[in-house]
Structure formats: structure tokens, C-alpha cells
């Protein structure tokens, strides 16, 4: 069992900046590979960012054009996503999960544990 729970979530006005965090307990989190998603209102849940249990590998989605930085501390076992130059259609809520062994980074019915969101809405 992993536990996943969310941090970091707000208000912002377009071009400003959020960080999220995303602490885990349970399993050994410097094993696992971890993700983040998220799903706007009347969207299906989408890819944002992946990294490898080590950090050394880390994925994009392309449409985020470099904004975001996904990154971990296994001391700390959190997993962070900076996110850069905001935009309106960024509002969504953010999960972070952990990969099941030999999924598909990007695909989310290939992970197997999430937190609970958290709400980022950024206003125009």
C-alpha cells in the first residue's frame, strides 16, 4: 500500500507560478516511479510528468512546452511539480500516483495508487 496526499494547490493569475507537493508513506518510496495528472471539469484525466525512482529520468507532456519541472526527495519521500508561466487552461485538479511495475509512464490506468488532488485554478 502507498499513501499519496497532495499539497500545494491555489489561486493564481495568469503567468504566475505554483509548486506542488506530493507526500508518500508506505511503501519504499525511493522505488517507486511516480507521476503527476490531472483532469479539468468535463475532461478525461491527462499526463503531465513523470520520474524515475532514482530522479535521473524524468517525461513531459508536449503541450506543457517546458513550463513545468517535475522533481523528488527520497530522503523527504515527496515528489514536487513546479509549475512556470501559468495559464487558464491549466485549471484542473493535480494527482499525483505511482507507477505499477513495468507500466506506461504516461498512461494512468497504469498506475496504481493516487492521492486525492489537489484544486490549481489560474484566472485570466
Known amino acids: 500500500q502507498v499513501q499519496l496526499v497532495e499539497s500545494g494547490g491555489g489561486l493564481v493569475q495568469t503567468g504566475g507560478s505554483l509548486r506542488l507537493s506530493c507526500a508518500a508513506s508506505g511503501r519504499t518510496f525511493s522505488r517507486l516511479n511516480m507521476g503527476w495528472f490531472r483532469q479539468a471539469p468535463g475532461k478525461e484525466r491527462e499526463f503531465v510528468a513523470h520520474i524515475s525512482w532514482s530522479g535521473l529520468n524524468t517525461y513531459y507532456a508536449d503541450s506543457l512546452q517546458r513550463r513545468f519541472t517535475i522533481s523528488r526527495d527520497n530522503a523527504k519521500n515527496t515528489v514536487s511539480l513546479q509549475m512556470n508561466s501559468l495559464k487558464p487552461e491549466d485549471t484542473a485538479v493535480y494527482y499525483c500516483?505511482?507507477?505499477?511495475?513495468?507500466?506506461?509512464?504516461?498512461?494512468?490506468?497504469?498506475?496504481?495508487?493516487w492521492g486525492q488532488g489537489t484544486q490549481v485554478t489560474v484566472s485570466s
Open positions: 500516483a505511482s507507477l505499477s511495475l513495468g507500466g506506461i509512464y504516461s498512461d494512468s490506468a497504469d498506475y496504481d495508487y
